[in-house]
C-alpha cells in the first residue's frame, strides 16, 4: 500500500510511561487533537509510538516537543541498516 505524499509515517521512543491506559492513551488522545495527525497509536509495553501525519499541517519536531511537553521523554526511532 502506497503512502499519499502529504502523509508521513514516524515510530518514537517514548520513555516514561507508566500504563497504558493514562500514559499512552493520553499521549494519543493529545495528538488526535492536533490539526494534521492522521492517526496515533501508543504502546506502554513497547514503549513506542507510531504516528501517521500531514507535514503540510505539523511537524515531526512538534510532535516530539508535544510529548515531551506531557512529561516523556521521546526520539525517532531510525530503523537499522540491512547488510
Known sequence: MEQAK????????????????GCANGID??????DGILKSQTSFKDSASV???NPEKISEEKIISLIRERGFETKKITPKARD
Open 51 to 53: 504516528i501517521k501525519f
Open 6 to 21: 502529504d502523509t508521513v509515517r514516524v515510530k518514537l521512543r517514548v520513555k516514561g510511561m507508566h500504563c497504558q491506559t
Open 29 to 34: 488522545v493529545m495528538l488526535k487533537e492536533q
